[in-house]
């Protein structure tokens, strides 16, 4: 089984992921552009028995746009944004793509709130 290994910026904080994430998605939500600073965030979601976590994070909880809290975990030293647990899927934790730093990592199956997507910003084939 593929294991795929995520870290923030400096390396404290990593997590290791066996399999293939359950969906990626493309978030456009107004949040997911103020956490990432860039027109939409993409999260590679994993069942939490498949994700192991070392380092040291800080957490920053919020109301999704949806209604539903979201636990965000970031390191202390570099600020990066790694991984988060989203209330409306308990088993899941999702984890930034970008923290994979893997140009072959799965494109995203879903795209959500698109309602505050960017005009310019194109969409992947959804399945």
């Known amino acids: 089984m593929m294991a795929r290994k995520a870290t923030c910026s400096c390396g404290q904080l990593q997590t290791a992921c ?5 969906k990626v998605a493309q978030c456009h ?3 997911c552009q103020k956490r990432t600073g860039a027109p939409y965030g993409i ?4 069942d939490k028995e498949a994700v192991s976590i070392s380092g040291d994070s800080l ?17 202390g030293n570099c600020g990066s944004t790694v991984y988060w647990y989203p209330a409306r899927l308990p088993d899941r934790v999702a984890i930034a793509v970008g923290a ?13 709130f698109e309602d505050t997507k960017h005009s310019w910003v194109r969409v992947p084939d959804q399945e």
């Not at 066996?18 to 359950?22: A, S, T």
């Open 18 to 22: 066996e399999g293939d994430p359950v």
């Open 29 to 31: 939500c107004l949040a």
């Open 43 to 46: 999260a590679a979601f994993f």
């Open 59 to 75: 957490a920053y909880s919020r109301p999704s746009d949806s209604g539903f809290p979201i636990e965000f975990h970031f390191c």
């Open 100 to 112: 994979f730093a893997d140009p072959d990592f799965p494109p995203p199956t879903l795209s959500v």
